[in-house]
């Protein structure tokens, strides 16, 4: 079965840096993301990975987000630097065959999602 499991979640200062890990099996995706979600507000794309390892990040997080993916291991990662309260949220994982890969809507499979909070 298709399966997406974050982790690496916690607190942490403004300016600190967290690193989340999304352990994937059943199948090998097009694409992987990363998405957030804050209290009351919506979903939102915060980095994308394609099967060829290129990247693409929400301009909020641009200079500060590194998505990467180690294939061997099934695992993708997002190292957050440089963090800021505005970075808070729960964040999830998705797979999915590629295309608009900032929508949610693209994608069919997600992990039950870590929380970061900063402060």
């Known amino acids: 079965q298709v399966q997406l499991v974050e982790s690496g979640g916690g607190s942490a200062l403004a300016g600190g840096s967290v690193r989340l890990s999304c352990a994937a099996s059943g199948y090998t995706f097009n694409t992987y993301s990363w998405f957030r979600q804050a209290p009351g507000k919506e979903r939102e794309g915060v980095a994308a990975i394609d099967s060829d390892g290129i990247a693409s990040y929400a301009d909020s997080v641009k200079g500060r987000f590194t998505i990467s993916k180690d294939n061997a291991k099934k695992t993708l990662y997002l190292q957050m630097n440089g963090l800021k309260p505005a970075d808070t949220g729960m964040y999830y994982c998705?797979?999915?065959?590629?295309?608009?890969?900032?929508?949610?809507?693209?994608?069919?499979?997600w992990g039950q999602g870590t929380q970061v909070t900063v402060s």
């Open positions: 998705a797979a999915g065959p590629g295309g608009l890969v900032s929508v949610a809507a693209s994608y069919k499979y």
